[in-house]
């Protein structure tokens, strides 16, 4: 089971989202469930199963475990699916603030940072790799075990603190690190020079700024991609 | 840039590619090992690492959420990675022209990966009525097939945009007209740019953040002063 | 401050929530507003585990939220107000004339329901009952987090062009 959690995203679509991938993931245990996989039960649980659920792929563990513990105990259909609805969107907004909103984004710094103290490419590939996915697979492998042992109550293995409080920790320790970390990548991608060092971190924070007032309306990446489209346009026909 | 030379780093870039969403979302797809893996194909893993670290920098700033595009950056920071790792050492035009190149890929990634998801709305479509009869077989042939399809997109995408930007980033190398040094200090800016605005966008609700920032400033000056 | 924004979303709290739009926003406090999770201890204490700690969230049926709407509203932090269905929310701008938009975040896929937008799926009745808002003077749009385009209530019963 395990596993397959891995590759729980593999059939992800805008009809079922992570559902089918649920189902795939539960699916060797409900072959124990009465009949095997000709039976009712077995049947009707996977069908089930592979409807409709929206969660974060790391954390989907903790729902294929508990939902995996309910089916097997025999547990009433109408229960499971209400239990099944209202776990997703908890599960989904702490992995999200959990990885995709802090150890990712940590882990990324901590690998610019290695760069930035003249780290060979084995180096960073290889510490950044380590890092992020220790916490990875530990939290796929605690998420599946808490589900299966804890079943419908799973709710208070949430409150568990690293998923609590975890994220404003994880936060300070970004911000700390990427305090030294970016300027020494830019320092070195820049090549020598202080002048130019000390210029480009003047025009970076004044379009910090710029990009900080903007907020939630700016996407990032769309104004690299114009800025970058534009300088190149410019040099090529001057 | 002839088929044969792009091949191996078409199957980089569908590996990779699948990690992003479908198996096993180790992040061997984000641009910090992906383009350096891309140069190590090429045979110049340190200028795959450099665009790796921009591409990094840019890419902070995708959540991976919500059904509305995202650019996808594992098969275009193989592209990125490829592309500038195969430029001559020292030419002014090449990380520009690569960055922009690796941009305009994830771009059209992240439209196949929309393309991806209808295609397997539909074909769910099609077994709807097995797998609400809980048929084993059919839903193990939709997560199969879709992440077959999945790798099959991400290898096709690294496929075109190599074809096409391989001899275009040579072309605009070759006629670059303005100096050297800006070249690299224009792309530092964008990153470092768009790298401040994500981490902002996404920390500045932590408490005492700016001030672990500026701890993290005085470190790097005092690694400055005493180096 | 008080509430930014009036939500729809099938799947109540959720990253695009508290993540999406809350840290932008710097959200402080969430009205989930939905009969039976207001009426079942086991699951608000799930949806309590879903919110950040810096977060409040208070948990009403719908004829509460009528009551306590001018509570929410003069709360001096910016908050989010979400129901789970459109006949709640549609309940909710009958009886509170002070809400003046509402978003769509998440309708999903159900027998019955056709697609409209990636993560919005209607039934005729429900297309029906969002006419029904909009002609009522409420403001509807279509948007799953802050960075996308939101997309007017015509544009989204005109579905997406593919």
């Known amino acids: 089971m395990y596993f397959r959690l891995l590759a729980l995203q593999g059939s992800w679509n805008y009809e079922t989202l992570n559902g089918t991938g649920i189902g795939f993931a539960m699916e060797p245990a409900l072959r124990y469930l009465p009949g095997g996989t000709d039976g009712a039960a077995y049947r009707g649980a996977l069908a089930r199963e592979s409807r409709y659920f929206n969660t974060h792929p790391y954390l989907a563990g903790v729902a294929v475990g508990a939902l995996t513990r309910a089916e097997l105990d025999g547990i009433e259909p109408a229960r499971i699916e209400r239990f099944r609805t209202a776990l997703a969107g908890p599960l989904g907004s702490v992995g999200d603030r959990l990885v995709w909103a802090s150890w990712l984004p940590f882990c990324s710094l901590v ?24 916490g990875h697979f530990l939290l796929r492998a605690w998420g599946l075990r808490i589900g299966l042992s804890r079943g419908l109550n799973v709710a208070a293995a949430l409150g568990n603190p690293v998923l609590r409080q975890g994220p404003q920790y994880i936060g300070s320790a970004a911000a700390l690190v990427a305090g030294v970390a970016i300027p020494l990548a830019l320092q070195r991608v820049a090549g020598p020079g202080r ?14 700024l710029l990009l900080a007032g903007l907020r939630e309306r700016a996407e990032g990446w769309r104004i690299a991609l114009g800025v970058l489209a534009v300088f190149v346009l410019y040099s090529v026909l001057t | 840039m002839i088929l044969l030379e792009a091949l191996p780093i078409a199957l980089l870039g569908a590996l990779l590619g699948l990690d992003v969403v479908s198996f096993p979302q180790a992040m061997v797809s984000r641009p910090i090992v992906a383009a350096t893996l891309a140069g190590s194909l090429v045979g110049n893993p340190p200028a795959g690492l450099l665009i790796g670290v921009v591409l990094e920098m840019i890419a902070l700033d995708t959540l991976p959420f919500g059904a509305s595009r995202y650019p996808e950056w594992g098969s275009a920071a193989v592209v990125g990675g490829a592309l500038f790792a195969a430029q001559p050492a020292g030419m002014p035009g090449a990380l520009p022209a690569s960055t922009l190149a690796a941009l305009l890929t994830a771009s059209i990634s992240g439209w196949s990966m929309v393309v991806l998801r209808r ?109 | ?154 544009e989204v019963l005109e579905g997406e062009s593919r």
């Open chain 3, 1 to 154: 401050m008080g509430i930014h924004l009036y939500r729809i979303d099938d799947r109540l709290i959720h990253g695009q929530v508290v993540v999406g739009w809350g840290q932008p926003l710097n959200i402080r406090f969430l009205v989930l507003v939905d009969d039976l999770v207001a009426s079942s201890d086991w699951e608000k204490d799930l949806y309590r585990m879903a919110v950040p700690p810096e977060m409040e969230i208070y948990f009403a049926d719908v004829v509460t939220a009528i009551r306590n709407h001018a509570q929410y509203a003069s709360d001096p932090r910016p908050g989010i107000l979400i129901t789970g269905d459109i006949s709640s929310m549609q309940r909710l701008v009958r009886e509170v004339k002070a809400i003046g938009s509402v978003n769509l975040g998440g309708i999903h896929h159900r027998a019955g329901r056709a697609e409209k937008l990636r993560y919005v799926f209607l039934t005729p009745e429900e297309e029906h009952q969002l006419r029904d808002l909009e002609a009522a003077g409420v403001e509807v749009t279509a948007q799953d987090v802050p960075s996308a385009r939101a997309r007017p209530l015509s």
């Open chain 1, 111 to 134: 690998g610019i940072g290695v760069y930035g103290v003249g780290g060979s490419p084995m180096a960073v590939v290889g510490t950044f790799l380590l890092l992020y996915n220790a």
């Open chain 2, 119 to 227: 295609t397997i709305a539909g074909r769910l479509e099609r077994s709807r009525d097995r797998i609400e009869d809980g048929s084993r077989d059919a839903l193990l042939s939709l997560h199969l097939s879709g992440m077959s399809l999945d790798l099959l997109r991400g290898g096709l995408v690294t496929l075109i945009a190599m074809m096409i930007f391989g001899s275009l980033v040579r072309a605009i190398v070759a006629v670059w007209g303005s100096d050297s040094a800006p070249s690299h200090a224009v792309v530092v800016v964008v990153a470092a740019t768009v790298a401040g605005g994500a981490l902002w966008k996404v920390f500045h609700s932590v408490r005492w953040v700016l001030w672990f920032f500026f701890g993290g400033l005085l470190g790097w000056a005092a690694l400055l002063v005493t180096r």
């Open chain 1, 195 to 208: 002048a130019l060092a000390g210029a480009i971190i003047g025009v970076a924070l004044i379009g910090i």
